[in-house]
């Protein structure tokens, strides 16, 4: 039977793009880039998740999809979350450039036991 190495739980917009290092980083992109997420104090969402590619900070994942995911990091399972980029497009309006595709990774280490 064939395994699926990720399940996606669901695309969006990455939020922010255009007031972190986005636009620096846009040569870099691609479809199909990983994104690292990272909890992060924030006085407008108690519940923010910042999306680095390497050091440069994309933007966050949207609020209305980020507090199971930042229940997720605080429990240490950032590592189970596959963060990908779905869609750019730089005729688009800059907040809606890049879209995200957020899943889980299929746990590897439990297959091998």
Not at 38 to 50: C, F, G, L, M, S
Request: hydrophobic fraction near 35%.
């Amino acid at each position: 039977m064939l395994q699926e190495k990720r399940q996606t739980l669901f695309n969006c917009k990455l939020a922010g793009f255009t007031y972190y290092d986005g636009p620096l980083a846009w040569s870099e992109l691609q479809v199909g880039s990983q994104l690292t997420p990272v909890a992060e104090d924030n006085k407008y969402d108690p519940n923010a998740i910042a999306l680095y590619f390497g050091n440069n900070k994309l933007g966050f994942i949207p609020k209305e999809h980020n507090e199971t995911l930042r229940h997720f990091i605080e429990m240490g399972w950032e590592e189970a979350l596959d963060i990908r980029i779905s869609r750019l497009s730089r005729e688009e309006h800059p907040e809606r450039q890049v879209d995200i595709s957020v899943g889980i990774a299929r746990n590897t280490k439990k297959n091998q036991e």
